[in-house]
């Protein structure tokens, strides 16, 4: 393969009007703020290592401190609850040994004292540490807080099992191996083997017949129209109103789906695992819902500013180097006849840039893209 003549860099100033002329290392244009991407593909809650857990809008963090460990529980003690900077309350002795954290400051402490009667109590307290109910389940392994953050979920077996802390009524539906809320709370869209089941305040609207038998996550978009669920391997995105499948997209070899959220934009933002030769990473992956696909990987360069890589909806690789506020400074994008993917990106000692990825539309090759500190190709196969 000549890969000069097969691919050719240039620089796109249309390309820069497309992301915007700032970019603040992914986080502004598709990430939220408050959420990261972490090694292993699923979102994490951005929190610095001062604190053991935060809400997911960050607003809300915990210290604590961990005393005797076993295999199947450890001891929490001195809980310290802060809002921003600010310290809320405080519990001396913590009733339990995994601690969940609302985006409006409830706090829900799951006690394993009787794991081997496989039971959990969930013990929920307001922002004010306030017990406000305690309730043991059997079987459980689905936990989580709804997003405005006044109801908190727990799967067992059975049930799913929803409990708002204001009522402090529990309302029991269909069991489950993953659910999601859109964000005003009034869809749930709930995931188990083979099916999708929408539910509107409660009511079950509609289903899906997926074929997957482990589903990893779910997401509902931010019009309530728009169900993506994954497994490992395979993405289906499922639009409400017209009760049908939208598009469908299966990674290749060697990337599996990790976690799926809902963007801005009616974008869909996919967490995928890269796992090969020693190699484990976690890519974002971004879809429309016309099944268009982004994958980005961004790193700090050595002044201070970002090297961004990925690949286009039109499969083109491009490279866009920012300062430190995000402003772009060059971009380059890497065109050729078949569809190019990147998702790896180094940084090398002369100051330039190593892109690896993959070639073809059928039958895949391995891409290597090696360029100078301004984005031209010295070296590709």
């Known amino acids: 393969m000549n890969f000069h003549k097969l691919i050719t860099a240039v620089i796109i100033s249309a390309f820069i009007s497309v992301f915007g002329a700032n970019i603040n290392a992914q986080k502004s244009s598709y990430l939220p703020e408050n959420l990261t991407l972490s090694f292993n593909g ?37 809980l310290q609850m802060f809002e921003g900077a600010q310290l809320i309350f405080a519990l001396k002795d913590v009733p339990g040994s995994d601690v969940y954290i609302s985006n409006t400051g409830n706090l829900a402490v799951l006690d394993m004292k009787f794991h081997y009667q496989q039971e959990v109590t969930v013990n929920l307290f307001n922002k004010h540490g306030k017990l406000l109910l305690t309730q043991s389940f059997r ?23 929803v409990i708002d802390l204001s009522s402090k009524k529990t309302t029991t539906l269909e069991s489950c191996s993953q659910f999601a809320f859109s964000n005003d709370e009034q869809l749930l869209a709930t995931a188990k083997e083979g099916e999708v089941k929408v539910y509107e305040d409660y009511l079950s609207i509609t289903h899906f017949n997926t074929g997957f038998t482990y589903p990893r996550g779910i997401a509902v978009s931010n019009n309530k129209d728009v169900i993506s669920v994954v497994d490992k391997n395979h993405l289906k995105v499922y639009s ?22 809902a963007g801005n934009d009616d974008r869909i933002l996919a967490g995928v695992h890269y ?80 892109i690896g990825g993959r070639i073809g539309d059928y039958n895949y090759d391995a891409l290597i893209i090696r360029t100078d500190e301004r984005g031209n190709i010295i070296l590709g196969k």
């Not at 109103?241 to 789906?257: I, K, R, V, W």
Request: one cysteine or more; aromatic letters at 14%; glycine letters at 10%.
């Open 240 to 261: 409400v109103g017209q009760n049908e499948l939208t598009f469908e997209n299966n990674l290749p070899e060697y990337f599996s789906y990790r976690d799926i959220r």
């Open 275 to 354: 796992r090969n030769n020693g190699i484990s990473k976690g890519i974002l992956h971004v879809y429309n819902l016309d099944g268009n696909e982004y994958a980005f990987e961004f790193k700090e360069t050595i002044d201070g500013g970002f090297i961004i890589a990925g690949y286009t909806e039109t499969k083109n690789i491009f490279l866009i180097k920012t300062d430190s506020v995000g402003t772009v400074q060059w971009a380059k994008r890497f065109l050729s006849d078949q569809s190019c993917f990147a998702y790896s990106l180094n940084l090398c000692s002369d100051g330039g840039f190593i």
């Open 42 to 78: 699923t979102f994490q809650p951005i929190s610095t290592s001062e604190y053991r857990v935060s809400s997911e809008n960050g607003l809300y963090k915990a210290k604590y401190d961990i005393g005797a460990v076993s295999d199947e529980m450890r001891e929490l003690k001195n």
């Open 139 to 161: 079987y459980a392994s689905l936990f989580g807080f709804s997003p405005i953050g006044e109801k908190f979920i727990v799967g067992t077996d059975k049930n799913l099992n």
